[in-house]
C-alpha cells in the first residue's frame, strides 16, 4: 500500500519563507516521479513542482519560478519544497504526489496523493 505523507506547513507572513517536506513508502521511491500540487478555495488544482526519478527534470509553475525549489532524497524517500519570498496568492493545500512512472510530461494528475499540508500566507 502506498502512503504519501507531507508535513510542514503553517501561517507566515507574507516575504517569509516555508520548507515543506513529503514522505512517500509502499513503493521505490527513487523509480518514481513526484511533485508538489496546491488548490486554493474556489480555484483548479495546479502543479506547483515536478521532479523525475533522477532529478534530471524539473518542472515549476510560472508563478513559482524563482522563489520555490524543488528537491528529492531517493535514499531516504523524501520530497522537499523550499518556498521564499512566500505571498498571500500562495495560500493554499499543498500536496504531494507520486506517479505510477520515473518520469512525467506534464506535473498533472499523479497516481499517488497526500492528504494535503495548509500553508496561509498573510499580508
Known amino acids: 500500500q502506498v502512503q504519501v505523507a507531507e508535513s510542514g506547513g503553517g501561517s507566515v507572513q507574507a516575504g517569509e519563507s516555508l520548507r515543506l517536506s513529503c514522505t512517500v513508502s509502499g513503493l521505490t521511491f527513487a523509480d518514481h516521479a513526484v511533485g508538489w500540487f496546491r488548490q486554493a478555495p474556489g480555484k483548479e488544482r495546479e502543479g506547483v513542482a515536478c521532479?523525475?526519478?533522477?532529478?534530471?527534470?524539473?518542472y515549476y509553475a510560472d508563478s513559482v519560478k524563482g522563489r520555490f525549489t524543488i528537491s528529492r532524497d531517493n535514499a531516504a524517500n523524501t520530497l522537499v519544497l523550499r518556498m521564499y519570498r512566500l505571498r498571500p496568492e500562495d495560500t493554499a493545500t499543498y500536496y504531494c504526489?507520486?506517479?505510477?512512472?520515473?518520469?512525467?510530461?506534464?506535473?498533472?494528475?499523479?497516481?499517488?496523493w497526500g492528504q494535503g499540508t495548509q500553508v496561509t500566507v498573510s499580508s
Open positions: 521532479i523525475s526519478s533522477s532529478s534530471r527534470t524539473i
Open positions: 504526489a507520486a506517479d505510477y512512472t520515473s518520469g512525467f510530461i506534464k506535473c498533472d494528475d499523479f497516481g499517488y
